[in-house]
């Protein structure tokens, strides 16, 4: 049974950082993209970051310079630092693992909620 679990969320004043952190389990292998998503009230699901299993990363124009994503394949987990935080970066943030083509796959972790006010 796959299970990814996210945690490091909470409340931060603008200006503030986070480090949100997924772990993988029940996956076998490491050839997958590993990514972050977001939701706020009222909008839909978008893309923050992305990774390749060799690397390649991905970013949304508005979190570009201040989250960096990374990823241990050996621990299969995933991580978003996230600094010069906003409070349009309020949401409910989702780790998610995917793969497509033969062996596709498309797994999402429960949310963790990321509050940036003073």
């Known amino acids: 049974q796959v299970q990814l679990v996210e945690s490091g969320g909470g409340l931060v004043q603008p200006g503030g950082s986070l480090r949100l952190s997924c772990a993988a389990s029940?996956?076998?292998?490491?050839?997958?993209?590993m990514a972050w998503y977001r939701q706020a009230p009222g909008k839909q699901r978008g893309l923050v970051a992305s990774?390749?299993?060799?690397?390649?990363?991905n970013y949304a124009d508005s979190v570009k310079g201040r989250f960096t994503i990374s990823r241990d394949n050996a621990k299969k987990a995933v991580y978003l630092p996230m600094k010069s935080l906003k409070p349009e970066d309020t949401a409910v943030y989702y780790c998610?693992?995917?793969?497509?083509?033969?062996?596709?796959?498309?797994?999402w972790g429960q949310g963790t909620q990321v509050t940036v006010s003073s």
């Open positions: 998610n693992v995917n793969r497509d083509g033969a062996r596709r796959i498309d797994y």
């Open positions: 029940g996956i076998i292998g490491s050839i997958y993209v």
């Open positions: 990774i390749t299993a060799i690397g390649s990363r």
